[in-house]
């Protein structure tokens, strides 16, 4: 198995897998269902569907549909509407270049949303002495904003979500459940995971053309030839 299949087997088995997944799932869900075209891709999580509220009609998994290396994703340029990409940047060696890999595929205007899990909250910090979450090569927000921002996306929406301790038992979880109603209003960056939306910018390129040469103002000089006339008749 690998490193995401292993995330994948948590988030659908351990109570607090299942308690942020949830809560992932109805912001995908909301995010995606007013988006409209013709293909749309889910890069991760192959066995959750996060797309099931999205209305366009031909949507494709990699890892269940497509296998393929994310650096090279077999897809044409300007040919897909939506990419979502639930934990995958956290698993994806130079993840940078996925990105652009997907700013390459998408339609000018298409969307791509991405989610991570918070190195700032406390399952980052507490979360290491679980073999699975250990493996996470977390992204900070603001990282993450600038190499959006880099590579010409647009940020058009996001939030935090899910403000639980790191506990894997449903009796302290259900317990420390309010939580999750004061976290966004107190503490909204110490999250367990958060999302950002972003929208490819087309850069149109401005051509910038030679410098107009102005020809010097003309001179009032005499008309000699009309001066030689004249002269010539006062003679």
Not at 63 to 77: A, K, Y
Not at 104 to 133: C, D, E, H, T
């Amino acid at each position: 198995m690998s490193k995401l299949d292993d995330l994948q087997h948590w988030f659908l088995n351990s109570p607090l897998g299942r308690n942020i997944l949830a809560t992932e799932e109805v912001f995908y869900h909301n995010s995606t269902q007013n988006i409209f075209g013709y293909y749309a891709i889910q890069t991760g999580l192959p066995q959750i569907n996060f797309l099931s509220n999205n209305k366009i009609s031909s949507k494709m998994s990699l890892g269940r549909d497509i296998s393929c290396d994310l650096q090279f994703l077999p897809f044409e340029t300007n040919s897909i509407d939506l990419i979502i990409c639930p934990h995958t940047l956290e698993f994806t060696p130079n993840h940078h270049i996925f990105l652009q890999e997907c700013y390459r595929i998408l339609i000018p205007k298409g969307k791509i949303i991405v989610s991570n899990f918070n190195p700032r909250s406390l399952l980052a910090v507490f979360g290491k002495a679980n073999p699975i979450l250990k493996q996470i090569n977390y992204i900070s927000v603001s990282n993450l904003q600038q190499q959006l921002s880099t590579l010409n996306f647009n940020i058009c929406g996001g939030k935090f979500f899910n403000y639980l301790p790191p506990f894997n038992s449903n009796k302290y979880l259900h317990y420390f459940e309010f939580f999750n109603k004061i976290g966004d209003r107190w503490f909204p960056t110490f999250a367990n995971s958060y999302a950002l939306v972003a929208s490819k910018d087309v850069v149109t390129p401005t051509f910038v053309g030679t410098r107009r040469m102005f020809s010097p103002k003309p001179s009032f000089a005499p008309n000699l030839g009309v001066a030689g006339s004249i002269a010539g008749q006062n003679d």
